[in-house]
């Protein structure tokens, strides 16, 4: 037993040692883009300066101005803010309902009687998880060759007396085609898509395991996907949905019912089974679902919420997005209380839970990487994300 033990210590070591020589990597990548948008800003100054500004400055990326924050956070001096560093791993059809049950989920019991959270236990092993998931297997049916497991990132979180700002940072691996995808981009508008979610209040589990809350086993491409024939079945449900084939994500809370066990071969999750317009929208005061933030790698950005459905509710948000030297950098800010519907309002003294999700390589649906519950405050240092006062 003693031998295993060392063994184990030794790997633990070594792959914790690999980790942190990966980590230091995409910091050098990341260095060597903000230093090459650096230089490209220069230019351009010198170039006005000469009068042929017009002619010699080469046209920009879209969204490449994201390196400097020069529109979305141009009063913020990043490197004074602390950065975190982000595991996202790839999860593969692990929905709500596959982490409550103990039947596919040996963490099940600790996390539904025990109070843990999902990064209680799975904080150190989620190269493991995502390695072994993005590879294809019971919870990836459809694998995609060459996509990786995890993705490191690094977020920085800073506030004025109006506003928050994040700055999130990681290498780009390249196309990968899925082989299930005519041309093999699922969303080939968007070579990437980061979110942010921020958790409510009321929500069952929703400060242990943050935006899994809404991932469901009836979702897109999930495995108990009802199809559009089953949803069309339902007109009176898909019209408030807003579902022609698909179903989007949801909190367990607008619904009546959700089938965790799947016992007598019942369906998992519960996307038919909403509550009445009247008990959503009490919800929705309540403060009862996940606020939404999402930037596409143009640059434009969409605020809404997760609840029933995805609902955009216009709330304020600016954005900026840039691919440069390999290496991806995207800015957001929204009002720390804008009053809109949907939006979680951010306070001080108070700790929140929050995910953020990548959509890489022109991915879709569930195809994407994600972290576990991350907390985050405002000036805390206790929190996993400090969002510093400037």
Known sequence: MERILNKEAEEAVAAKAAQKAQQEVVKAQIAEAVEAARAEER????SAASGAAESAEPAADAGSTAAQGSSVASSIDWSAVPS?????????????????NGKSHGGARPLTKGGDSCSTCHAAELETIGNKIVAGGELEPTPIPGKRGTIDATVQAAHDDNNLYVKIQWADAGHNPAPFVDGGKMDPDNQVKVAMMITGTGIELGEQVGCWSSCHADNTYMPFDPGAESIAANQDVATRLDAKSTISKYLSESRTEVEIKGRKNKALGGWDKLKSADEVSKLLEDGSYLDLLRVYADGT??????????????????????????????VFSRPLNSGTPGDVALEPGKTYTVGFAIHDDYAAARFHHVTLNTSMALDDGGAQINVIKQ
């Not at 975190?84 to 409550?100: K, M, N, R």
């Open 84 to 100: 975190t560093d982000l595991t996202l791993f790839y999860p593969g059809q692990a929905s709500f309902e596959w982490v409550q």
């Open 301 to 330: 950005s969409s605020n809404g919420y997760l609840l029933e459905k995805r609902v955009v509710n216009g709330g304020e948000m600016s954005a900026e997005a840039s691919l440069s030297a390999g290496t991806w950098t995207v």
């Open 43 to 46: 230019a351009k100054v010198v």
